[in-house]
């Protein structure tokens, strides 16, 4: 079974997530979106926006507060500021809501399906044959990240899986379930249909530390 990409064919969906329904052969293990919070803080960098902006402002009301400007002047500084602060937080967000809302992961015990797009919707099938390594990195409150390292010549273009990627890995793209509640769950789940399906062992594998401190899982095909 090769990587699968079914375009935009989903207006009518034939089971939710799927562009087809499944044959009898396989069943659903997991089906989920990103969290919208997570999602915001770790693809969108809502949290830097807003340090940002906070930093214009304070750069911005400085010189106004050294100078002994009253409590009203040095709000009438920031008229521009405030507003084109607001704006482009609310614009991350939607952002994130909509790439939510829209974005569908399904786990089979037969593959991965990603189902992606806010404007033109697609979906790639991943074998679990096909998946070399998944690595698993933890955000806040149980949300991950669960990275899939591809084997062979297969490749995915990183613009069309964007924000469902790895970051800075351009040259070979890996698919990446983003902000996921319950991410270590997802992750075991993951890890048992791809060693059934391919009858090798998923061993855990200890590494170092990502920002929000965790372990990764790793599953070698090697």
Same mark, same amino acid.
């Given at each position: 079974?090769?990587?699968?990409?079914?375009?935009?064919?989903?207006?009518?969906?034939?089971?939710?997530?799927?562009?087809?329904?499944?044959?009898?052969?396989?069943?659903?293990?997991?089906?989920?979106?990103?969290?919208?919070?997570?999602?915001?803080?770790?693809?969108?960098?809502?949290?830097?926006?807003?340090?940002?902006?906070?930093?214009?402002?304070?750069?911005?009301?400085?010189?106004?507060?050294?100078?002994?400007?009253?409590?009203? $002047?040095?709000? +009438?500084?920031?008229?521009?500021?405030?507003?084109?602060? %607001?704006?482009? !937080?609310?614009?991350? #967000?939607? *952002?994130?809501?909509?790439?939510?809302?829209?974005?569908?992961?399904?786990?089979?015990?037969?593959?991965?399906?990603?189902?992606?797009?806010?404007?033109?919707?697609?979906?790639?099938?991943?074998?679990?044959?096909?998946?070399?390594?998944?690595?698993?990195?933890?955000?806040?409150?149980?949300?991950?990240?669960?990275?899939?390292?591809?084997?062979?010549?297969?490749?995915?273009?990183?613009?069309?899986?964007?924000?469902?990627?790895?970051?800075?890995?351009?040259?070979?793209? $890996?698919?990446? +379930?983003?902000?996921?509640?319950?991410?270590?769950?997802? %992750?075991?789940? !993951?890890?048992?249909? #791809?060693? *059934?399906?391919?009858?090798?062992?998923?061993?855990?594998?200890?590494?170092?530390?990502?920002?929000?401190?965790?372990?990764?899982?790793?599953?070698?095909?090697?």
């Amino acid at each position: 079974m090769s990587i699968e990409n079914h375009g935009h064919e989903y207006e009518f969906e034939p089971q939710f997530g799927l562009p087809e329904r499944l044959p009898q052969t396989e069943r659903i293990l997991w089906q989920g979106s990103p969290d919208v919070g997570a999602l915001a803080q770790s693809a969108f960098h809502l949290r830097k926006f807003v340090v940002y902006f906070a930093l214009l402002m304070v750069a911005r009301v400085y010189p106004e507060v050294t100078a002994g400007a009253s409590a009203m $002047e040095i709000l +009438l500084s920031l008229k521009w500021l405030l507003p084109l602060a %607001a704006i482009g !937080l609310l614009t991350v #967000w939607t *952002l994130a809501w909509l790439t939510a809302r829209t974005t569908v992961y399904t786990l089979t015990n037969k593959r991965v399906v990603m189902r992606l797009g806010v404007v033109l919707t697609v979906s790639f099938n991943l074998p679990l044959s096909k998946i070399a390594a998944a690595d698993l990195r933890f955000l806040e409150s149980g949300h991950g990240d669960i990275t899939l390292a591809l084997k062979g010549e297969d490749r995915i273009a990183w613009v069309h899986l964007w924000p469902s990627v790895r970051p800075w890995r351009i040259t070979k793209p $890996e698919p990446t +379930l983003r902000a996921i509640p319950d991410a270590a769950s997802v %992750a075991t789940a !993951l890890s048992k249909a #791809w060693a *059934l399906e391919t009858g090798l062992s998923a061993t855990p594998a200890q590494a170092s530390r990502a920002s929000q401190g965790a372990a990764v899982l790793q599953a070698s095909a090697t």
